[in-house]
T-cell receptor
C-alpha cells in the first residue's frame, strides 16, 4: 500500500531560523517518485521538487534543500534562514511507475514564520 | 506561458444539484488529473485523463465523473451533490504519462448548502 506520512502538523519558527519538514513514505514499487509542493493561502499547489527512486543525491536550490534516504524511506525538506514568505502549507507526495500521474499526498505541514 | 486555469473559482450549489468544473491545462500538456481537498480527508485523487482516456480513478462514488476533450481541456462533473462534497477541487496538468511534474491550478472552491 502507498502512504505518505507528515508527522508535523504545524511548525512555527522565528524568521532566519532553519526548519526541517519531515516526510516518510511507504511503497512496494521499486520505481517511484517523490515530490514536495507548497500551498500558499491562495490555494494553488506550487511545485518545488521531484526525485526518482534511483537518485538519492541530496539537492540544494537556494535556501531549500532536500535529503532523500531510501534506507529510512524519508524525503525531508529543509528551509535555511526562513522568511515570512515561506509561510504556507507544505505537502510531500508519492507517485509510482505503474500509476502514472496519480499522486498520494501527505496531510501537510503548516509552517508559520514569525517576523 | 499560461498556467493551469480552473473555472469557476468559487461556486455555491444546493444539495441534490449537479455541478461542472472546468480545467484548461498548460499548452502542450496532455495529462489532466483532479484532486479533492478537504480539511478532514486532505488531498485525494479523483481521476486522471490522458489523450481523452481515463487512465486512473480514485476511490470516489460514481457521482463523480470527468472527461477530456481533444484540446486537452477537462471537465469534472458531480451529480446529486451532498454537503460532504464541499471542498477545494484542484486540477493538475502534466506533460507526460509517468510521474512527471504536475502543475496545479488555483482550484475551484465548491460549497454545497
Amino acid at each position: 500500500a502507498q502512504k505518505v506520512t507528515q508527522a508535523q502538523t504545524e511548525i512555527s519558527v522565528v524568521e532566519k531560523e532553519d526548519v526541517t519538514l519531515d516526510c516518510v513514505y511507504e511503497t512496494r514499487d521499486t520505481t517511484y517518485y517523490l515530490f514536495w509542493y507548497k500551498q500558499p493561502p491562495s490555494g494553488e499547489l506550487v511545485f518545488l521538487i521531484r526525485r526518482n527512486s534511483f537518485d538519492e543525491q541530496n539537492e540544494i536550490s537556494g535556501r531549500y534543500s532536500w535529503n532523500f534516504q531510501k534506507s529510512t524511506s524519508s524525503f525531508n525538506f529543509t528551509i535555511t534562514a526562513s522568511q515570512v514568505v515561506d509561510s504556507a502549507v507544505y505537502f510531500c507526495a508519492l507517485s509510482e511507475r505503474n500509476t502514472g500521474n496519480q499522486f498520494y499526498f501527505g496531510t501537510g505541514t503548516s509552517l508559520t514564520v514569525i517576523p | 506561458k499560461a498556467g493551469v486555469t480552473q473555472t469557476p473559482r468559487y461556486l455555491i450549489k444546493t444539495r441534490g444539484q449537479q455541478v461542472t468544473l472546468s480545467c484548461s491545462p498548460i499548452s502542450g500538456h496532455r495529462s489532466v488529473s483532479w484532486y479533492q481537498q478537504t480539511p478532514g480527508q486532505g488531498l485525494q485523487f479523483l481521476f486522471e485523463y490522458f489523450s481523452e482516456t481515463q487512465r486512473n480513478k480514485g476511490n470516489f462514488p460514481g457521482r463523480f465523473s470527468g472527461r477530456q476533450f481533444s484540446n486537452s481541456r477537462s471537465e469534472m462533473n458531480v451529480s446529486t451533490l451532498e454537503l460532504g462534497d464541499s471542498a477545494l477541487y484542484l486540477c493538475a496538468s502534466s506533460l507526460g504519462v509517468v510521474s512527471t511534474e504536475a502543475f496545479f491550478g488555483q482550484g475551484t472552491r465548491l460549497t454545497v448548502v
